[in-house]
């Protein structure tokens, strides 16, 4: 009796082969209709990834790529990789989804609405460690000079930073040559990205 119902995909045991009772296989038996996903997560978020956590999947080998949220997560600490098992539900109505692909399994562990966000590559360090952005002081619609600011920073993804602290929404933050600007240097303004 099988545990589920499924197709039969293949036949291990050959006829009149002695097989023990819950020992041998006899068939490889597949449903398709209940696919989903686990993934191991480091320990390091167990705070942040629980039930119902938003996640992205993609399956690169059928060009799928699949939102969801986490439905169970393992209450059991891997001690060989430090790591817990998460699982998710992945729709499979045409029946592209096969088991054991491999599948790319991205967590939402922080979420900020109203964050302020820059590249990471345009910030300096001062020599006090501080990290500092500079923006612009328009003059005109093409010209300017560049403000120091010292922000305070928080998390990066992605070549991207929020900044919690020292710029304001609507300011005209310096791209281009940031890592070279000086305090009250003019600037041209060639593009207005906001």
């Known amino acids: 009796k099988a545990p589920f119902t499924g197709t039969i995909d293949q036949v291990i045991a050959d006829e009149g082969q002695v097989v023990s009772t819950g020992q041998s296989q006899l068939f490889r038996l ?3 209709t209940e696919m989903y996903v686990t993934a191991e997560v480091p320990e390091t978020y167990l705070g942040k990834i629980n039930k119902g956590t938003e996640v992205l999947i993609e399956l690169s080998s059928i060009g799928k790529e699949f939102e969801g949220s986490i439905e ?3 209450d059991f600490i891997n001690p060989n990789n430090r790591s817990f098992q998460v699982r998710v ?3 499979n109505e045409q029946g592209l989804i096969k088991p054991n692909l491999i599948a790319t399994v991205k967590l939402n562990d922080y979420t900020s609405e109203n964050a302020i966000v820059i590249p990471l590559n ?3 360090e001062n020599a006090e460690g501080n990290s500092v952005a ?3 002081k328009k003059e005109s619609d093409t010209t300017g000079t560049a403000a120091r600011n ?3 920073t928080g998390l ?3 070549n991207k930073i929020e900044v919690l602290e020292g710029l304001k929404a609507g300011q005209t933050i310096i791209v281009e040559g940031a890592r070279s600007t ?3 240097q003019e600037v041209k303004i060639s593009e207005n990205v906001k």
Do not use: A, C, M
């Open 150 to 152: 010292i922000v305070k």
């Open 72 to 74: 169970q997560v393992s």
């Open 122 to 124: 345009i910030l300096q």
């Open 134 to 136: 500079f923006t612009v």
């Open 30 to 32: 597949v449903n398709l």
């Open 89 to 91: 539900s992945v729709p």
């Open 182 to 184: 000086r305090e009250g």
């Open 156 to 158: 990066s993804y992605d």
